[in-house]
């Protein structure tokens, strides 16, 4: 997960970064945007998650999904975060839907909430950091979360249980970044690696510094160096399909964290996902969602053995 220098992939978009100043505001219009709303035919549901605005709109046999994202966005109380909530079906610059979603009679309500990124993030400081000699430090990492759209629907073919019932299920219709991320690769070559995301972070150590956005996730890294010299921080990898999204008592979100162990040999020996976000941190937490991927016991250890390599071998 702590790795040299990698073959990178081409960076279409700005690389998203977590070093927006502890100063701005941190109280958003609304720190709970996640939730769900019924919506008749021929009406329509909006959601605002920092630069990203989904509207989804409900017609006789399809719904429809309209996305736009403001450019221009600055992190001000107005703009950062509004609960999902009816909106006109009109009140959208684009004409064209990302997504037509066709249903025999279309359900009625739909679900918004908050996951985590499909791929892993590979992070890189905006400042050299050194981890001195038996020194053991937490890094607050931020990436931008994944605004889940879901229906509520009876199942085609479902038994049925009463008049005009039937066993229901939750179907997702799209996923969408509150920010675009950037591609990166992360590998010793070009045929040997995975594709990942990349975000740049500032690398902040002092919970109290972490300002709390409800766009973003924070990630707590601590990093343990037992070896007898620094450990020159220049990039880590953040497995984040492995790990759950929480909302702590403020509704910040969270996600367990990730644990790096160096041993006095000088490799990194150690890799542990933990349970949940550290209590001394979050306080108490709310799981939101589930780990897109689930690894335990020697295949976890293979896995990161794998990535911290970055030679392709398990």
Same mark, same amino acid.
């Given at each position: 997960m702590l790795a040299h220098d990698d073959a990178t992939g081409p %960076?279409? /978009?700005p690389?998203? %970064? /977590? %070093?927006?100043?502890a100063d701005a505001p941190t109280e958003p219009l609304e720190s709970i945007w996640w +939730? +769900?709303? /019924?919506?008749p035919q021929g009406a329509a549901a909006s959601v605002r998650v920092g630069p990203a605005r989904i509207l989804a709109q409900r017609r006789a046999h399809e719904w429809r999904v309209y996305v736009e994202r403001d450019d221009e966005w600055g992190e001000t109380r107005e703009a950062r975060a509004r609960r999902i909530a009816r909106a006109d079906a009109d009140d959208m610059s684009s004409d064209t839907p990302v997504l037509r979603a066709s249903f025999a009679d279309s359900p009625g309500h739909i679900v918004v909430g908050a996951a985590q990124a499909d791929r892993p993030v590979v992070v890189r400081p905006e400042s050299p950091l050194a981890i001195q000699s038996g020194e053991t430090v937490t890094l607050f990492v931020s990436t931008p979360v994944w605004i889940a759209l879901t229906i509520s629907r009876r199942r085609p073919g479902g038994k049925a249980k009463g008049k005009g019932g039937g066993e229901s299920e939750s179907l997702r219709l799209l996923e969408v970044p509150s920010e675009r991320p950037t591609d990166t690769w992360f590998g010793p070559? %070009? @045929?040997t690696g995975e594709l990942c995301y990349a975000t740049r972070t500032s690398g902040r150590l002092d919970l109290a510094d972490v300002p709390? @956005?409800?766009h973003r996730i924070v990630t707590p890294v601590r990093i343990e160096n037992k070896a007898g010299d620094a450990l020159e921080f220049q990039r880590v990898q953040v497995p984040l399909p492995l790990l759950a999204v929480y909302r702590d008592a403020g509704g910040a979100l969270w996600t367990n964290g990730v644990t790096l162990t160096r041993d006095s040999g000088g490799d990194l020996a150690a890799v542990r996902v933990d349970g949940s976000p550290p209590r001394t941190v979050a306080g108490g937490v709310e799981r939101l969602s589930e780990p897109r991927s689930v690894v335990t016991g020697s295949a976890m250890v293979r896995a990161f053995g794998r990535l911290l390599r970055g030679d392709g071998t398990a």
């Open positions: %960076t279409h /978009d690389v998203p %970064t /977590d %070093t927006a100043s +939730g +769900g709303v /019924d919506v070559n %070009t @045929r709390q @956005r409800p």
